[in-house]
């Protein structure tokens, strides 16, 4: 099983990244070929609007020739997809939605003369998020815009793992978080690998 973790921090060493490797570090021990990616170290242009995707059967097809069709590939070759990122105004980072935004366009064949079709059908995806509000409230949009993208996108959303920080002044990684993050990758291997059988 594979699983691709997005990473969307600008941080390395930041909370988010935190996270994301006491999740990585999980996914291994239970034997799932694992994949990180950070945004910010590639480059994903911003969606031009301009649907030339949706004459492209079979691919993405977007005319911006840049970091987008590798990171769809490996989207694409992953029965699990996680997206990392801390919450900016109440939503992901901009390198992030930039990926997003060319996913849901490139990755959907639904309004030119391709075939419909959904690239990234049948793949699960899930979140892991940072905030500076209680989660409810913090990352309440960001849960909300991804169920709609699976739902768009024919794929199975498996949940969020968000938790809060506190500021600079307290330490945000502690026992509690490094175990709930492992927790929650066994809960989607169990439930990825359930769904295979």
Aim: glycine letters at 10%.
């Amino acid at each position: 099983m594979r699983v691709c973790l997005l990473q969307g921090s600008p941080r390395k060493g930041g909370n988010t990244a935190a996270l994301a490797e006491e999740f990585l570090d999980e996914c291994g021990s239970l034997g799932m070929e694992r994949c990180r990616i950070d945004l910010y170290d590639g480059q994903v242009l911003p969606c031009l609007g301009c649907m030339a995707c949706q004459d492209h059967p079979g691919g993405p097809g977007c005319v911006q020739k840049d970091g987008f069709e590798e990171l769809f590939s490996r989207m694409a070759d992953s029965q699990l997809i996680v997206l990392a990122t801390p919450i900016y105004a109440f939503f992901c980072t901009a390198p992030m939605k930039a990926l997003l935004d060319r996913t849901i366009y490139a990755g959907n064949k639904r309004y030119g003369a391709a075939p419909a079709q959904h690239l990234l059908e049948g793949r699960r995806l899930a979140s892991i998020a940072t905030c500076g509000y209680p989660p409810e409230r913090g990352a309440d949009l960001w849960e909300e815009g991804l169920k709609r993208l699976c739902r768009h996108s024919g794929m199975e959303y498996m949940g969020l793992f968000c938790r809060r920080d506190w500021g600079r002044e307290t330490p945000f990684l502690d026992g509690e978080k490094a175990r709930a993050v492992r927790d929650f990758a066994q809960a989607l291997h169990l439930a990825v690998k359930v769904d295979c059988l």
